[in-house]
């Protein structure tokens, strides 16, 4: 069993930055393909970015370039920097995990799902 936690959500304005966390338990994160997800009031959940365990990434249409995907293996934590935000940005932000260490956008193909971090960014 895996549990993620993430953290770094928060209000700011368009332009700003955020770093959102996501830390996991168990001691096979290392191999476990690493993605966010958001999700904003009345539409479907929509694929941020992934990761596997040797640093390949894929990004979201029209998302790489703002937002940077990361982990560090030795602390269980996967992290997302996000530059230039937007209004439409705002959206529930998710951390999930995928055992089959291949990257996917598709959210039914990840195990283990944490619980969200709101960001909301006023224009």
């Known amino acids: 069993q895996v549990q993620l936690v993430e953290s770094g959500g928060g209000l700011v304005q368009a332009g700003d930055s955020l770093r959102l966390s996501c830390a996991a338990s168990g001691r096979t994160f290392s191999t476990y393909v690493m993605a966010w997800f958001r999700q904003a009031p009345g539409k479907e959940r929509e694929f941020v970015a992934a990761?596997?365990?040797?640093?390949?990434?894929y990004y979201g249409h029209s998302l790489k370039g703002r937002f940077t995907i990361s982990r560090v293996n030795a602390r269980n934590t996967l992290y997302l920097q996000m530059n230039s935000l937007k209004p439409e940005d705002t959206a529930v932000y998710y951390c999930?995990?995928?055992?089959?260490?291949?990257?996917?956008?598709?959210?039914?193909?990840?195990?283990?799902w944490g619980q969200g971090t709101q960001v909301t960014v006023s224009s």
């Open positions: 990761m596997n365990w040797i640093g390949a990434t």
């Open positions: 999930a995990a995928r055992t089959k260490q291949i990257l996917s956008a598709a959210p039914t193909d990840y195990d283990y």
